[in-house]
């Protein structure tokens, strides 16, 4: 179901986007019956009753079960183009998508299907959909950090087309120090950096992204409000957070639309853009979000070209990609 891009959303960068969380419904009843896999649900109704959430972890447990239909090259690329043709409709011009390879791999998914298969629908991208791309490989923080380096090193071997790694997963109990080696080796390999921080965990851990993995930007953040200094320092060194609005309200990290902090963020004068996290889940894509804060917050076209400027400005798109974009 594709939604005309509204009118009055300039062209836009979605730059906090996990490629699985785009799986929808009616592609999970598709891939289960192309690949003979029985899934728990009678009908696309059933799922879709459990798309209603508490918390980060019950959409973790939803999110990761339903990944299970992903199996080949074919399933990665498919669920890929399926997203880039629906984030054109959106007016999106650039993704920096994240994937979480570790997912499939302790599902007995090889490294290669997972993101040969992605990497097969990026490559036809600009052509197909005008949208330019890049690949952010996502590292599971309730999982072992030797576990993650291990495949940092076979993503480097294998010559995967990646431009920086992130961090997600649950948040709470798993900080970013853990992180820390995997982050520098990153670095060294060349590789941008993320990851996500001060979602549902403190305000603490988005200072320990900046000082111990030294990201380039902060994926959600919403809690840096709780830390007026925090706020501060974030306005003064311009660090991006990438701000998922609908996402914040469905997993409850926010009361409701209306209590989100994203006007006072914007008042700060804090560097935010707006983006759809894993749209299939949580009701909407690039621009059903901005319609939302559009709608909940009244903004102005001025305020809805900061979005979308800031989410160009702190895209990792090469100098000229994102002059154009602007
Ligand atoms: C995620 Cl919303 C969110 N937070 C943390 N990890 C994630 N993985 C996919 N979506
Ligand atoms: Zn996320």
Redesign the pocket.
Known sequence: PTTPALSSTPPCAEL?L?IE?TLEPELIFELAGRNGITLPYASLDELRARYRFTDLQSFLDLYYANMDVLRTEADFADMTRAYLRRAAAAGVRHVEM?MDPQAHLVRGIPLETSVRGVCAALAASEEEFGISTALIAAFLRDRPAEEALDVLEDLLAMEAPIIGIGL?SAEVGNPPEAFIGLYRRAREAGLRTVA?AG?EGPSHYIEQALDLLLVDRI??GIRCLDDPELVQRLVHEKIPLTI?PL?NVRLQAVDSLAAHPLPQMLEHGLNISVNS??PAYFGGYADDNFRAVQEAFGLDRAQLGLLAANSIEASFAPPGRRAELL
């Open positions: 906090h996990h969380g994240m997600d996500h979602e994926d959600h998922c996402s996290d894993d």
